[in-house]
């Protein structure tokens, strides 16, 4: 694959997922994940293996944040004094 063609369906894929995590949704660490798979490839083909451990420790940085979005998180005292307050 071109090299040029490498660097830009990286960077579309990267700043998806950024762009989609900064609207405060769970599938754009989906998207960083799955570009770890393109980091792999490119790392493998062009054989520079500092990418290969990045992926890694990116992909796994990726999966404990998308995780993190996908576990519901109990309200605070907080919160519940405040819907408390509200209802009376």
Do not use: D, H
Not at 22 to 36: C, E, H, N, P, Y
Not at 42 to 71: D, H, K, M, P
């Amino acid at each position: 694959m071109n090299p040029q063609l490498w660097s830009w369906l990286l960077m579309a894929v990267g700043v998806t997922g950024l762009y989609l995590a900064g609207k405060r949704s769970w599938t754009g660490w989906a998207v960083g994940l799955a570009a770890q798979l393109l980091w792999l490839a490119y790392s493998i083909t062009t054989e520079q293996w500092g990418f290969l451990v990045s992926c890694f420790a990116y992909g796994a940085i990726y999966i404990r944040n998308l995780l993190a979005w996908l576990r519901p998180t109990p309200p605070t005292a907080s919160e519940s004094e405040v819907t408390e307050c509200a209802a009376s």
